[in-house]
T-cell receptor, first 112, second 115 residues
């Protein structure tokens, strides 16, 4: 089963609103990364947060990590139509397996 | 710096055939990972190579194999194709070496359709 589970599975908002999506995972991690994927294309790396970090910002993106709850959230502020995409979290467990486990993704639709 | 490139971008095969996909990582990246993406199973890890050595593999049958060359380019091979192998195959490269923490950069993927 997937290490990460995103919530919600789908989200539809108006342009200018904020979008929040959540990711939960099961084992201890070294880091967690968020990716964006436009329809049927490759993934674009958005942000990496290490296990000893609690919050990170990049432009309109804000990521939080709560290792005690094994969860992370991605906030996109002032959303734009161009933010319409699927968003995935990926975790790299501490077991040293050199593999990232991806969540199921949140499909975000931003309406103009 | 050029990004991760994958060839071919689209491929149509029939059941029972085999296929080889190619991935050229970003210059200087020695770690290459492969993923399979399907609507039903999402993104599944196939394997990861570093300096021509497979460091880990996911839960896929032996029909899925890969290799990495001395220039870090990687290939994956799927033999005896099945309908369920139809998917987007993504390659990612990173600077990840002994340290596990590094960003992965993905290629555009190869869309494989098995008829």
């Amino acid at each position: 089963s997937q290490q990460g589970e995103e919530d919600p599975q789908a989200l539809s908002i108006q342009e200018g609103e904020n979008a929040t999506m959540n990711c939960s995972y099961k084992t201890s991690i070294n880091n967690l990364q968020w990716y964006r994927q436009n329809s049927g294309r490759g993934l674009v790396h958005l942000i990496l947060i290490r296990s000893n970090e609690r919050e990170k910002h990049s432009g309109r993106l804000r990521v939080t990590l709560d290792t005690s709850k094994k969860s992370s959230s991605l906030l996109i502020t002032a959303s734009r139509a161009a933010d319409t995409a699927s968003y995935f979290c990926a975790t790299d467990s501490t077991s040293g397996t050199y593999k990232y486990i991806f969540g199921t993704g949140t499909r975000l639709k931003v309406l103009a | 710096k050029a990004g991760v490139t994958q060839t071919p971008r689209y491929l149509i095969k029939t059941r029972g055939q085999q296929v080889t996909l190619s991935c050229s990582p970003i210059s200087g990246h020695r770690s290459v990972s492969w993923y399979q993406q399907t609507p039903g199973q999402g993104l599944q890890f196939l394997f990861e190579y570093f300096s021509e050595t497979q460091r880990n593999k996911g839960n896929f049958p032996g029909r899925f194999s890969g290799r990495q060359f001395s220039n870090s380019r990687s290939e994956m091979n799927v033999s005896t194709l099945e309908l369920g192998d139809s998917a987007l195959y993504l390659c990612a490269s990173s600077l990840r070496g002994a340290s596990l923490t590094a960003e992965q950069f993905f290629g555009p993927g190869t869309r494989l359709t098995v008829l």
